[in-house]
């Protein structure tokens, strides 16, 4: 880390310098659930290691496995030689992260894939913050195109599960890209910057708070985006938060990619200067795959 940290200026601080409203409405009711500003406890950081610049890689096994595949997914998890300085986690479905959380290694985190905007009570199907803290999580992923294009989750709602997961100890990966139309209509800026936007509106603080920047055309489709074109969404963002929040965030806050990583693109993907880590999907849910793609923070140290 020293020897990175001498010559990478994203390790040091010091760095050069992206909906569907489903129902406004439901939204909107629920803003009144949360409590005012004022009375929020104060950010509990959860984990050390958030915002220290540490190379971030999450695992987001979206609706997929059974009790035998993810036992032995654990398994090949428990036992695979990770690199010590990355910050791992992964995000099982919900029926499975008891399982998970309680068999898996203290090494690598364990993340829900989606939580409620509020405290828990009369909400049939949804998952509380606080049950998720009864169970072992650390983290929640929250704003993923799936839930905003498919499930209708609005920019808005999105912000505000994320300040209440924040004001209640989570850390929050905060999902964000540009659909193939909005890329090819020249908005991928507009669409990235406006659910920032969202985010910063609401949340408590940025400590805790991991950015997953996913181009929805490259979700599962086996079409990764160009170490080039990755890059250059990420500095958008950071400039974004510089001009937007803070230098300090900007510097300091994991701006991870996601959208068909694998064991071979993984590489060359984290050579560039501001790709803190990844959001994998597909490939994490090969153990020694995923394995590998935590190791690429080695390919970044050999490029500082
Ligand atoms: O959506 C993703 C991670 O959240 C990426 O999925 P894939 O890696 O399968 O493209």
């Given at each position: 880390m020293e020897m990175v940290a001498a010559s990478c200026p994203q390790f040091t601080g010091l760095r050069p310098t992206l909906h569907n409203a489903r129902s406004q409405p439901f939204a909107q009711h629920f803003n009144s659930q949360l409590r005012p500003s004022s009375s929020r406890k104060p950010c509990r950081p959860v984990v050390a290691m958030a915002g220290s610049g540490k190379f971030f890689v999450g695992g987001n096994w979206k609706c997929n496995g059974t009790k035998d595949s993810i036992t032995k997914l654990v398994a090949d998890l428990n036992s695979a030689k990770l690199e010590s300085d990355v910050d791992v986690v992964v995000s099982p479905p919900f029926v499975y992260l008891d399982l998970v959380s309680s068999s898996l290694t203290d090494r690598i985190e364990v993340s829900a894939q989606n939580s409620w905007i509020g405290k828990g009570g009369a909400f049939t199907g949804e998952i509380s913050v606080e049950q998720l803290k009864d169970i072992g999580c650390k983290w929640v992923i929250l704003g993923h195109s799936e839930r905003r294009h498919i499930i209708g989750e609005n920019d808005q709602f999105i912000g505000k599960k994320a300040a209440y997961a924040l004001n209640e100890g989570l850390g929050v990966i905060a999902c964000i890209g540009e659909l193939l139309e909005e890329r090819e209509a020249g908005k991928t800026f507009d669409v990235?910057?406006?659910?920032?936007?969202?985010?910063?509106?609401?949340?408590?603080?940025?400590?805790?708070?991991?950015?997953?920047?996913?181009?929805?055309?490259?979700?599962?489709?086996?079409?990764?985006?160009?170490?080039?074109?990755?890059?250059?969404?990420?500095?958008?963002?950071?400039?974004?938060?510089?001009?937007?929040?803070?230098?300090?965030?900007?510097?300091?806050?994991?701006?991870?990619?996601?959208?068909?990583?694998?064991?071979s693109n993984c590489g060359e993907l984290a050579k560039q200067e501001d790709i803190d880590g990844f959001l994998v999907g597909g490939a994490s849910l090969k153990g020694p795959e995923f394995a590998t793609i935590v190791n690429s923070v080695t390919a970044k140290k050999v490029a500082a």
């Open positions: 990235c910057f406006q659910q920032l936007k969202a985010f910063a509106d609401v949340v408590p603080s940025w400590d805790n708070m991991v950015i997953a920047y996913e181009p929805v055309w490259a979700i599962g489709t086996g079409k990764v985006a160009t170490p080039q074109q990755a890059q250059e969404v990420h500095v958008a963002v950071r400039d974004w938060l510089k001009k937007n929040v803070s230098e300090e965030v900007a510097s300091k806050t994991r701006i991870i990619y996601g959208g068909s990583v694998n064991g």
